[in-house]
């Protein structure tokens, strides 16, 4: 059968190379993502999928086995950033050239949902024996920076479910089995507005931040054996209204990239310890800070089902699978830490690209993909 179901992904690979190319005609950015539902939904429908668009927004689609089972999610986001200044081309071209296809979202991530509707199609062609079933889910808003606006996480909270997953994310085909979580905080300095020209009588709010910025500097990040060091940004500072004038706020925007094992409360806890030094060092330093974004790391264990499954697929085809992480956050924290799914990251497409101008997806890597998601499926839903 497998050798079969091989034969016949290449066989569909213009269909793929089609799809992709269309999906990515259908501009999607986050919020935006109804005509690519509806397109979805139409197209699988005609392919004799099951199809469901939820209250939400998000699209599902089914393939059922033979026997009764467990269900094996593939989740991959609909919506995509903006396209953003610096393209050669239309943006939306869905242009295909140079064993490439073009455009926002072809890497990230609508190269994978067309790999895995066709790895699905073929086992429906094929008449594939498999138990339980195979749950297509694309939900929306994937990209905005709101926990609870993310298509996946309000799935889940409806008690959406499953027994296993592979979120779909740019991942280069390799098989990562943890994620980064992502955390933002606000941090405001407050002093006391004076003309610049007697400084002396104010409290400078910008000097106070920078004071700040060197201690965040000086937390060491955890690592994990999967994804490398986290990592701490301070993004967005801004203060003072002129230049002859001492500002008396300043407030400042840091990210910080967590490891499995990091929380959101451990970084508040290592600014409280911050901002408490300086102000026994200065008792008129003032500052408070709020967390304004915070997502989790997720990891699943390499004995998982679906990891075994994946792997088995890479030794079926010959291909090495090393094991690794990915720095970026994705859907794969709430499947994991909110729907206790356990969830592997694999998907064509990289990770360098997804988001920036002339974002493209090889054509080889969308064939590659589909031929791992549809053994994935024969492996770990044999029984
Ligand atoms: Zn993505």
Known sequence: MRAQVL???EAEQERMIKLVSNMVKIPSVSGNEAEL???LLNYCTELGFECEIDRHGNFF???RGKRPGKRLIFNSHLDTVEAGEGWEDDPYSGKIHKDRIWGRG????KGAIGAQIIAALVLL?????????VCLMYPVEEEVQDVSRKGTWKALMDGFTGDMAVNGEDTDLRVCLACEGM????ITTYGTGAHGATPEEGKNAIVMMT????????????TNPYTGKGSINPGVIQGGSRSSVVPDTCTLKCSRFTVPGETGELFLTQINEILDKLKREDPDFKASVVMTYESNPSIVDKEEQVVKAIEAAHGYLGINCPLVGTPQHDDADFLTNLGHIPTVLYGPGSGRLAHMPNEYVWISELS????VYALTILEALKD
């Open 368 to 371: 590659e993909a589909a031929k």
């Open 106 to 109: 072809s890497t990230d991530c």
């Open 37 to 39: 539902a509806a397109f």
């Open 211 to 222: 004071k700040v910025v060197e201690h965040l500097c000086r937390i060491v990040p955890g």
């Open 61 to 63: 689609a089914w393939i």
């Open 7 to 9: 034969n016949r992904i």
């Open 125 to 133: 062609r094929e008449g594939a024996d498999f138990a339980g079933e």
């Open 183 to 186: 955390l933002e905080v606000l």
